[in-house]
T-cell receptor, first 112, second 112 residues
């Protein structure tokens, strides 16, 4: 089935550093979503992207919908301890069933 | 507006038993999707219901089933539980036409 390759799988950074992660696929998507999940909780929607090339911000978070429609990027600037968690990308395919396909997640750890 | 509510939060069942999980979507949302989350496999799509009809289905055995009621509430049933069914089961609701899905806190199922 369709797969999203999310990288990196994990990141260990210092507080204050910027973070970048991305998702790529061989399939074309019409929507990209980015979620954050904390221990014991469900994923929380951070950013939604609908158009190729779109750049959207939510506070210190910025995400982009790739021009090819096959990838997306998430950046976190000036990380703080509460950014710790697992970040997931999710895409809705341009064609076929309108279900979301999820990446494997990026686990973010921050050293204060 | 209340979020997605899943009950119960935690369950312990014995191998061979069956279990029913419940999900109440956000008011006005007609689509409910179910996901299984395990450390090794990530977020795996089980099925989606829209207006009481199964709209999409993932690659899970027939032991996993679901239904949706006229008020959009959904239940998921797993029969003949196996140890490998231990996971966090997440429910997500959306309006039905868009891609933005909002998750509940999940039900942690442990099969012993």
């Amino acid at each position: 089935g369709q797969q999203l390759n999310q990288s990196p799988q994990s990141m260990f950074i210092q507080e204050g550093e910027d973070v970048s992660m991305n998702c790529t696929s061989s399939s074309i998507f019409n929507t990209w979503l980015w979620y954050k999940q904390e221990p014991g909780e469900g994923p929380v929607l951070l950013i939604a992207l609908y158009k190729a090339g779109e750049l959207t911000s939510n506070g210190r978070l910025t995400a982009q919908f790739g021009i090819t429609r096959k990838d997306s990027f998430l950046n976190i600037s000036a990380s703080i301890p509460s950014d710790v968690g697992i970040y997931f990308c999710a895409g809705q395919l341009l064609q076929g069933a309108q279900k979301l396909v999820f990446g494997q997640g990026t686990r973010l750890t921050i050293n204060p | 507006k209340a979020g997605v509510t899943q009950t119960p939060r935690y369950l312990i069942k014995t191998r061979g038993q069956q279990v029913t999980l419940s999900c109440s979507p956000i008011s006005g949302h007609r689509s409910v999707s179910w996901y299984q989350q395990t450390p090794g496999q990530g977020l795996q799509f089980l099925f989606e219901y829209f207006s009481e009809t199964q709209r999409n289905k993932g690659n899970f055995p027939g032991r996993f089933s679901g239904r949706q009621f006229s008020n959009s509430r959904s239940e998921m049933n797993v029969s003949t539980l196996e140890l490998g069914d231990s996971a966090l089961y997440l429910c997500a609701s959306k309006t039905g036409s868009g891609a933005e899905a909002f998750f509940g806190q999940g039900t942690r199922l442990t099969v012993v």
